[in-house]
């Protein structure tokens, strides 16, 4: 059965840093562009961040552009993201997701990117505060 588990979010200041990671299982990560997702209260969920399935290749929303960075070790089958520089803006429950297609196009910023994912993990908040 395929489960993704997401772990490490907090509360911190802004410009402090955490690291998110999904485990997953039931699937080897590297056959699969995973994303990271977020979603604010009252707020539709939203692309983060994906790596592309071929060569491990990242994609991100212009809002983290400089400052989150998501990496993937295989040998853990684990997806990670680090936050670096966080903002007030960046609070969120934060979602790792794998899709129904496991090649799908990795661009956090397209319209309807959120719909390619099937699979979601349970969430990790974070909460930045100023």
């Known amino acids: 059965e395929v489960q993704l588990v997401e772990s490490g979010g907090g509360l911190v200041q802004a410009g402090q840093s955490l690291r998110l990671s999904c485990v997953v299982s039931?699937?080897?990560?590297?056959?699969?562009?995973i994303g990271w997702f977020r979603q604010a209260p009252g707020k539709e969920r939203e692309g983060v961040s994906c790596?592309?399935?071929?060569?491990?290749?990242?994609d991100y929303a212009d809002s983290v552009k400089g400052r989150f960075t998501i990496s993937s070790d295989s040998a853990k089958n684990t997806v990670y993201l680090q936050m670096n520089n966080l903002t007030p803006a960046d609070t969120a429950v934060y979602y790792c997701?794998?899709?129904?297609?496991?090649?799908?196009?990795?661009?956090?910023?397209?319209?309807?990117?959120?719909?390619?994912?099937?699979?979601w993990g349970q969430g990790t908040q974070v909460t930045v505060s100023s």
């Open positions: 997701a794998a899709p129904a297609t496991r090649a799908v196009r990795c661009a956090s910023n397209a319209p309807g990117f959120t719909l390619l994912y099937h699979y």
């Open positions: 039931g699937f080897t990560r590297d056959d699969y562009t």
């Open positions: 790596i592309r399935s071929n060569d491990g290749m990242p």
